[in-house]
Nanobody
Framework: QLQLVESGGGLVQAGGSLRLSCAAS????????IAWFRQAPGKEREGVSC????????FYADFVKGRFTISRDNAKNTVALQMNSLKPEDTAVYYC?????????????????WGQGTQVTVSS
């Protein structure tokens, strides 16, 4: 069974940093583009960032550009999201999701496999 598992969420003060990790079980990530999404209470799920299967292409939503960095280690079967300069509005449940080979924008419907999410809370 294909599974994605997120980790690394937590509570941090504004201006702080967190590093999220997405790990795969049951399949190898190197054939998949991986995206991060987030969903705050009462809001729709929104795309944050994506990295292609090779790691050669990355995409970011405007609201995280310059603050978040996505990376992958195919040897370890993981994808990371380094989040710096966090703001209270970054508070949400963060999900990783997979689709084959290439990033397909940041629309949730384009991604097939999803993790259960990890909570990120940024206090002011």
């Amino acid at each position: 069974q294909l599974q994605l598992v997120e980790s690394g969420g937590g509570l941090v003060q504004a201006g702080g940093s967190l590093r999220l990790s997405c790990a795969a079980s049951g399949f190898t990530l190197h054939n998949y583009a991986i995206a991060w999404f987030r969903q705050a209470p009462g809001k729709e799920r929104e795309g944050v960032s994506c990295i292609s299967s090779s790691g050669g292409s990355t995409f970011y939503a405007d609201f995280v550009k310059g603050r978040f960095t996505i990376s992958r280690d195919n040897a370890k079967n993981t994808v990371a999201l380094q989040m710096n300069s966090l703001k209270p509005e970054d508070t949400a449940v963060y999900y990783c999701a997979a689709t084959s080979w290439y990033c397909r924008g940041l629309a949730p419907s384009a991604y097939t496999y999803w993790g259960q999410g990890t909570q990120v809370t940024v206090s002011s």
